[in-house]
T-cell receptor, first 114, second 115 residues
């Protein structure tokens, strides 16, 4: 069964303390892996798409990496405004009728204390 | 400005009542989706539509209905058959890239509460 697991469920960091969030996946072929940021009471905001192992993408203090089994979202010197829930989703190589569906993880709630 | 709008932001439903959530996009995206989000869980797909006048059930379609009469609009009706509708509902859309769909973009959400 296709599955996406995110860890930890919650992460508290001090401002400036770098860390990583994990998204591990089990799918029968990966078409793409997506990272989103979600603030409380709002819709998810798209961050990155990764397509193949070894690929990396960066945006400000965030850097996403991908291996054949997992993806990491590295956050460097975070600020309080980086506090949010980070969601990971995978698009699997399924039949043509369902190649647009995403499998979602439950998210990691990140809290950055000033 | 291009984007996805959802209305209302908050919605209250009485027992036995049907309610409709609105979703409109002006991004000229092909596919549209409805998700349900509950605390501590990943997004769960309710319905999706790739083209006008066509839609498919997702993982949790029971108690919900949709229509896609226009490319820009994909309303969701929560019927009285949905026994636990209190949740945060998210609408999304995406552009077809020729061989697959690209990243999904989301609206601001509607929070539905059963009284």
């Amino acid at each position: 069964e296709d599955q996406v697991t995110q860890s930890p469920e919650a992460l508290r960091l001090q401002e400036g303390e770098s860390s990583s969030l994990n998204c591990s996946y089990t799918v029968s072929g990966l078409r793409g892996l997506f990272w989103y940021r979600q603030d409380p009471g709002k819709g998810p905001e798209f961050l990155f798409t990764l397509y193949s192992a070894g690929e990396e993408k960066e945006k400000e203090r965030l850097k996403a990496t991908l291996t054949k089994k997992e993806s990491f979202l590295h956050i460097t010197a975070p600020k309080p405004e980086d506090s949010a829930t980070y969601l990971c989703a995978v698009q699997a190589l399924q039949s043509m009728d369902s190649n647009y569906q995403l499998i979602w993880g439950a998210g990691t709630k990140l809290i950055i204390k000033p | 400005d291009g984007g996805i709008t959802q209305s209302p932001k908050y919605l209250f439903r009485k027992e036995g009542q049907n309610v409709t959530l609105s979703c409109e996009q002006n991004l000229n995206h092909d596919a549209m989706y409805w998700y349900r989000q509950d605390p501590g869980q990943g997004l769960r797909l309710i319905y999706y539509s790739q083209i006008v006048n066509d839609f498919q059930k997702g993982d949790i379609a029971e108690g919900y209905s949709v229509s896609r009469e226009k490319k820009e609009s994909f309303p969701l009706t929560v019927t009285s058959a949905q026994k636990n509708p209190t949740a945060f509902y998210l609408c999304a859309s995406t552009l077809y890239g020729g061989s697959s769909y690209n990243e999904q973009f989301f609206g601001p959400g509607t929070r539905l509460t059963v009284l």
